[in-house]
Structures are given as C-alpha cells and as structure tokens.
Nanobody, 124 residues
Framework: QVQLVESGGGLVQAGGSLTLSCAAS????????MAWFRQAPGKEREFVAA????????PYADSVKGRFTISRDNAKNTGYLHMNSLSPEDTAVYYC?????????????????WGQGTQVTVSS
C-alpha cells in the first residue's frame, strides 16, 4: 500500500496563494491516480481536483477551476495542488488521496489511501 503525507497548508489572506504537497511512500507512486479533496467544518468532504497516473487528465471542481492547478512529479513521488486567488470559502482541511488505477474518480469512496490532511485558512 501507499502512505500519503500532506504539507504546505497555513494561513493566507484572501487573494493569496499556497501550494500543497502530497509525499507518497511505500509503493510506486506512478501506479496510482491521485486527487485532492477538502472538508470544511460541518460539511461533507468534497472533490477538488484529480490527476491520472500519466498526468494527462486533470479534472477540477467548478468552484476551483481556473484558480487551482493539480500536478505530480512521479520521479519525486509527490503530488501538488497550486492554489491561487484564494477566498475564505476555500478554508478547509485538504486531503490528498490515491487509488490503484490509471484513471481518476471524483467520489470519496473510490480512493483507497488518504493522507492525514493539512489545514488551509483564508482570512478576509
């Protein structure tokens, strides 16, 4: 199995940027599609973005499209979420997830492996 560890969260002002990282260990990272989800207090975990094993397919939730960019570096066993033009509505715990498939999914229950999450707080 693969272990995932997120980093890069923090406090940022509205309009600012952050880059989250997801370091993978245990198995060959390139064998997994990965995704980012987020969960705000009192809300369900929601899909943010995903990336296929090859990195070619990168779907986004409508709420982040044009502001967030997902990427991966298989040589470094690391995935990334670059977040720009942040707003208070983006405040949440962000989780990276992986599934042992070439293809991405947007449903929480389609991912086998999860990180512990990293807090992102955007102040107005």
């Amino acid at each position: 199995q693969v272990q995932l560890v997120e980093s890069g969260g923090g406090l940022v002002q509205a309009g600012g940027s952050l880059t989250l990282s997801c370091a993978a260990s245990g198995r060959t990272f390139s064998n997994y599609a990965m995704a980012w989800f987020r969960q705000a207090p009192g809300k369900e975990r929601e899909f943010v973005a995903a990336i296929s094993r090859s990195g070619i397919s990168t779907p986004y939730a409508d709420s982040v499209k044009g502001r967030f960019t997902i990427s991966r570096d298989n040589a470094k066993n690391t995935g990334y979420l670059h977040m720009n033009s942040l707003s208070p509505e983006d405040t949440a715990v962000y989780y990276c997830a992986a599934r042992s498939s070439s293809y991405w999914e947007s449903r929480v229950d389609q991912y086998n492996y999860w990180g512990q999450g990293t807090q992102v707080t955007v102040s107005s």
